[in-house]
C-alpha cells in the first residue's frame, strides 16, 4: 500500500470512530429524536413477512435496538451490529 492509501484508511477509520462516538452520547435519547428513521425503519418492515419465525435477521446499523426488539416480535432470530458501543 502506497502513502495515499494509508491516509485514506486512517481518516475512513477516523471517520467511523467520530460517528461511532457521536452515535454512542447520544443513545439515550436517540429513539425519542429519530422521527424520520423510524418513519423509514416502519415502512421498511411493512416489506417483511408478519411471521418471521425460523428466519435469522442481520440488523447492521442497529443502534439502540428499536427495530431488533420489533423483529424478535414476529419471530426472527436478530444478530445485531453496530460502530457505536452506546
Known amino acids: ?5 494509508n491516509m485514506v484508511l486512517d481518516n ?9 462516538s457521536s452515535f454512542g452520547k447520544a443513545a439515550d435519547t436517540y429513539d425519542k429524536h429519530a422521527a424520520f428513521q423510524r418513519d423509514v425503519g416502519h415502512r421498511l418492515l411493512e416489506k417483511l413477512p408478519s411471521d418471521l419465525t425460523n428466519k435469522r435477521v442481520l ?8 427495530f431488533s426488539q420489533l423483529l424478535l416480535e414476529r419471530g426472527a432470530s436478530v444478530v445485531c ?6
Do not use: F, P
Open 81 to 86: 451490529a453496530d460502530l457505536s458501543q452506546g
Open 12 to 20: 475512513v477509520h477516523q471517520d467511523k470512530e467520530a460517528i461511532a
Open 59 to 66: 440488523d447492521l446499523g442497529c443502534g439502540t435496538g428499536y
Open 1 to 5: 500500500m502506497d502513502n495515499a492509501e
